[in-house]
């Protein structure tokens, strides 16, 4: 298009990511390759792989990255965001969902209390970086129940603890990534009951800015009724105020006009099972934690609704 925006010099951007196989590379690439399409020769683009947590931030504030994806958005305000500024949000509906064994006498988190010294609990670690980890062991707490007191076995990732937990070598279950068909399968190797955080904790998490959210009767395979849980939804791509202006303006109006080639790599999933939100919506897409870097904010007044380009590469 002639009047689409174009960098007029080689930039030279790292992105960073996930470990490498899930979405936020994903994000990252489709960024990068948009970008790259409207920037002169000799400019150089590279994901780093990452955990999605406070070493996005760190990355960030150190210049080891331009640009990275930080998930759940609620989070970003525990880690101190301070002047960092944001792109957008690509949205994905997931919660943090706690799952137990049925033949547990337990009814709701903290009903843990009791059975503490003989349950294993299968969740990440708490270890400064990771968001599940983080929300889980405070949750925890908040709850009543003391993690000191509890067995966990911990993967940074949620697909090894949701398949320790349905193999049984775990008693329960914290984890996120409710829509991938590792959740779907859980129940036909055990049977499972879903536990509420209840109110109290809802109650301190919201009054942190970390809101809940339900998880619809039938979502998950034996969930009965609607579970009220803690939201952990949406990627969110964060920068530093000192991204120069016509990056961050391009960023955000690539991310706007070219959604549909990153919405086309998850077209064969059912919208309420993909781990990233199609259709994208600008406006939601606008909506971030932290104030939306000012060209950004430009971009996304300027760009409108439309998207352009080509057939993507996965149609």
Not at 176 to 187: F, G, L
Request: charge should be negative.
């Amino acid at each position: 298009m002639a009047d689409e925006p174009r960098l007029d010099r080689p930039v030279t951007l790292a992105f960073r990511g996930d470990w490498g196989q899930a979405n936020m590379h994903r994000i990252c690439g489709w960024l990068a390759q948009e970008i790259g399409d409207r920037s002169p020769r000799g400019s150089e683009f590279s994901i780093w792989s990452g955990r999605g947590g406070s070493d996005q931030i760190a990355a960030l504030r150190s210049g080891a990255a331009d640009i990275a994806v930080v998930t759940p958005a609620a989070a970003v305000h525990l880690l101190e965001p301070g002047d960092l500024c944001a792109l957008g949000v690509i949205g994905q509906r997931d919660r943090l969902v706690v799952a137990v064994d049925a033949a547990l006498p337990v009814s709701t988190v903290a009903d843990l209390a009791s059975v503490a010294g003989n349950v294993t609990v299968a969740t990440s670690p708490d270890d400064g970086v990771n968001l599940i980890g983080l929300a889980a062991h405070k949750a925890l707490r908040l709850a009543g129940v003391d993690p000191g007191r509890l067995s966990f076995r911990y993967d940074e990732r949620p697909f090894p603890p949701i398949s320790w937990f349905a193999d049984g070598e775990a008693d329960v279950l914290i984890h996120e990534a409710i829509m991938t068909p590792h959740w779907q399968r859980i129940a036909a190797k055990r049977p499972v009951r879903y536990l509420p955080w209840g109110e109290q904790v809802l109650a301190a998490f919201e009054a942190e800015g970390w809101p809940s959210a339900t998880v619809e009767a039938g979502y998950l395979p034996g969930l009965a009724e609607d579970l009220l849980t803690l939201d952990f939804s949406d990627f969110v791509l964060l920068c530093t105020p000192a991204l120069p202006d016509d990056v961050a303006y391009l960023a955000a109006w690539c991310m706007v006009k070219t959604r549909g080639a990153l919405e086309v790599q998850y077209a064969h999933l059912p919208q309420d099972h993909s781990p990233v939100t199609y259709p994208l919506v600008p406006a939601d897409m606008a909506r971030t934690p932290v104030p939306l870097h000012p060209a950004a904010a430009r971009a996304y007044s300027d760009a409108g609704e439309d998207s352009v380009g080509g057939a993507p590469i996965w149609s």
